[in-house]
């Protein structure tokens, strides 16, 4: 169903429950949506963001409830295809429609969809379209989380449009947020996964937000805000520089000589009264992994040595973290090997442009002696204390 949100802004966007993955890449434990907003001036029409080309008969049924038979202008918010990927079918349906958006928008809309050159309006920061009595103000915020980024402001009814920026991936029933506590959860799945990697910018663009006049704020997934602190505040705490008294323990362990190790310096870590949290990377959910990076002081992995270097999952880890680039101000490694390999050397040159400090390694042969225990109550011992020593 199309839903009012102010007199004659609508949302008509759709919902994508059983989508599974993301990107190929992130689970969706929850679904998604992609939304889509109309804007009906007394002059223009306006549609905010489109909807994944593979739930555009959804949009289309949104549009037809509510008799819409022009559109005038398509703001593109972002290019990424979730949200972009109807706009050739609505400019074939809507054939005066313009798509509105920024000159980088535009040069990749033309790239990933062919969009003619001259089917395109294009604003820049500051810049406003008129649609009658309701005017659309555009606000450049580049990468949140491609570079052509921009949010849209609807100044009349204070409504805030910010495709994926404080979304969520979750397939709701009801449009607006009632259950703080699980969007914040839903919210901090998608910035960990989205929004880490850029949270200089994603931390700057919060000025920005909070130098409007808002009512509403309406992402492109997951519900809308109308009580809006909370998220705020959660996107402040997420894109500052502190961290939390935590390790990330991500293992994967062939024969159970890397488990055992993992067990013992897990206990040796709770005992130094630093909270960690264990990822097993044959079984665990990306998702939850990187929502733990978001606070975590310090990362371990844990890996045996197999066909000369580090488990491939264990590689895996080490890439996810390299690319979602965490605030974690340290970096470990244990494992256990049978003869020899090259898995220090691995997995340090994978995160060797994390700005975090690289922990002396506790690479052992075979099951872990006594020795090795007491290499890795050392690295425990220091792990706790530089985490006392946390601002
Ligand atoms: Fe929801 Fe970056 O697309």
């Known amino acids: 169903m ?16 059983d989508r599974e993955l993301f990107d190929e890449l992130i689970p969706l434990p929850d679904g998604t949506t992609y939304n889509s907003y109309l804007v009906k001036g007394s002059e223009k029409v306006a549609l905010i963001d489109t909807v994944d080309p593979s739930k555009v008969d959804e949009l289309w049924a949104h549009l037809e409830q509510l008799n819409v038979n022009n559109i005038d202008y398509i703001i593109a918010n972002h290019a990424e295809q979730d949200h972009s990927g109807s706009i050739p079918q609505v400019l074939e349906k809507f054939p005066r429609a313009v798509v509105v958006t920024n000159e980088k928008c535009k040069g990749m809309l033309i790239d990933l969809l062919h969009i003619a050159d001259d089917k395109f309006l294009v604003v820049e920061d500051g810049s406003s379209l008129y649609l009658g009595d309701k005017n659309l103000e555009f606000i450049i915020a580049p990468w949140v989380h491609w570079p052509e980024t921009m949010f849209t402001y609807l100044k009349e009814d204070k409504i805030l449009f910010t495709c994926d920026y404080l979304g969520s991936h979750f397939s709701f029933e009801n ?15 998608y910035y960990a996964e989205i929004m880490m990697p850029f949270a200089n910018l994603a931390k700057k663009h919060l000025d920005k937000v909070q130098g409007l006049d808002i009512e509403i704020i309406a992402p492109s997934h997951g519900q809308v805000y109308k009580d809006y602190g909370f998220i705020l505040d959660a996107y402040k705490d997420w894109t500052s520089d502190g961290v939390k008294n935590e390790v990330v323990l991500a293992y994967v362990s062939m024969h159970g000589s890397t488990k055992e190790m993992v067990d013992y310096f897990k206990s040796a870590l709770e005992a130094k009264k630093v909270k960690v949290k264990t990822f097993n990377l044959t079984h665990t959910d990306t998702g939850e992994l990187a929502m733990a990076l978001v606070d975590a002081a310090t990362v371990v992995l844990a890996t045996p040595t197999v066909l000369s270097g580090p488990h491939p999952a264990a590689v895996y880890a080490a890439y996810l973290v390299k690319a979602l680039r965490p605030k974690t101000r340290y970096l470990g490694l244990i494992g256990s090997y049978g003869w020899g390999g090259k898995t220090v050397e691995v997995i340090s040159d994978l995160v060797s442009t994390l700005k975090a400090e690289i922990l002396e390694p506790v690479i052992v042969k ?21 985490h006392s020593q946390l601002d």
């Open 2 to 17: 199309a839903e009012q949100i102010k007199n004659n802004v609508f949302y008509v966007g759709a919902k994508d429950p």
């Open 175 to 189: 449009l607006y947020v009632e259950d703080q506590e699980a969007t914040y959860r839903n919210a901090k799945r």
């Open 366 to 386: 075979g099951l872990p002696d006594q020795q090795a225990l007491a290499g890795l109550d050392k690295l425990a011992a220091g792990i706790a204390e530089k």
